[in-house]
C-alpha cells in the first residue's frame, strides 16, 4: 500500500486477555517501531526492526509485550495478560533510506481499551 | 539511550501569533525531522532537515537544522486554530545510524 497500515484501528479487550495489533509497513521500509502513546501525551518508544538485526527492545515496559516481524515486513505486536494500564494508543512508524535520507511515517494507530 | 530535549511541552496561544519551538540533544545527529499530530491521528512529516545550518520553509512554518548538529527549532508564523495538536521532533543518523528518536511534543493550542 501507499501508507503504513495498522489493524484493528480500535480494539476493546477484557483485563488478562491477550491482544494482538497489526503493522504493515511501507513496502521496501527496512525500519519499523512501535511506539505507545497515552491520550494527550508523548510518544513512548516500544521497539525497534532494522533489517535483519536484533531489534531494540529496549522500551517494552514488561515481559508481557513482545512484538516480532516476519519476513523483513509485516509485524505484530502482542500483549498478554492485558492490564488497565496499557490502555493508549499504540503507532507504527516505517522508515527507509534514500542515500543520506531518512523519513519515517506512522500509521493512524490502534486504540487499545481494556476494561 | 539518546533523548531529545523538546520545549516548551505545552503553548497556548491567541489566533495570529507566532509560535516557536525547539528540541535539543546532547548527541550529533545528522537528521531532523519536524512533525505534527492531528487528534486521532497519526504524526505527519512536516519538514526534513539533512544539513547543518539548513533553513527549510513549507508554508507558515520554517524550521533550521542548527550548526552544532545539536538541537533545531520549528517556528509557526500567523497561528490559525488548525495549527492545533501535537508537535514532534525527531533526529537520527550520527551514532544512531538510521533509528529516529523522538522528543516528547509540544501541545499547543490556538485562541481563536
Known amino acids: 500500500g501507499a501508507g503504513v497500515s495498522q489493524s484493528p484501528s480500535n480494539k476493546v479487550t477484557e483485563k488478562g486477555k491477550d491482544v494482538e495489533l497489526r503493522c504493515d509497513p511501507i513496502?521496501?521500509?527496512?525500519?519499523l517501531y512501535w511506539y505507545r502513546q497515552s491520550l494527550g501525551q508523548g510518544l513512548e518508544f516500544l521497539i525497534y526492526?532494522?533489517?535483519?538485526?536484533?531489534?531494540?527492545k529496549s522500551g517494552l515496559p514488561s515481559d508481557r509485550f513482545s512484538a516480532e516481524r516476519t519476513g523483513g515486513s509485516v509485524s505484530t505486536l502482542t500483549i498478554q495478560r492485558t492490564q488497565q494500564e496499557d490502555s493508549a494508543v499504540y503507532l507504527c512508524?516505517?522508515?527507509?533510506?534514500?542515500?543520506?535520507?531518512?523519513?519515517?511515517?506512522f500509521g493512524q494507530g490502534t486504540r487499545l481499551t481494556v476494561v | 539511550g539518546q533523548q531529545l530535549n523538546q520545549s516548551p511541552q505545552s503553548m497556548f496561544i491567541q489566533e495570529g501569533e507566532d509560535v516557536s519551538m525547539n528540541c535539543t540533544s546532547s548527541s550529533i545527529f545528522n537528521t531532523w525531522l519536524w512533525y505534527k499530530q492531528d487528534p486521532g491521528e497519526g504524526p505527519v512529516l512536516l519538514i526534513a532537515l539533512y544539513k547543518a545550518g539548513e533553513l527549510t520553509s513549507n508554508g507558515r512554518l520554517t524550521a533550521q537544522f542548527g550548526i552544532t548538529r545539536k538541537d533545531s527549532f520549528l517556528n509557526i508564523s500567523a497561528s490559525i486554530p488548525s495549527d492545533v495538536g501535537i508537535y514532534f521532533c525527531a533526529s537520527g543518523g550520527g551514532t544512531s545510524y538510521g533509528k529516529l528518536t523522538f522528543g516528547q511534543g509540544t501541545i499547543l493550542t490556538v485562541h481563536p
Open positions: 512508524a516505517s522508515s527507509g533510506r534514500q542515500g543520506a535520507r531518512t523519513e519515517a511515517f
Open positions: 526492526f532494522q533489517g535483519n538485526s536484533a531489534p531494540d
Open positions: 513496502s521496501g521500509h527496512t525500519a
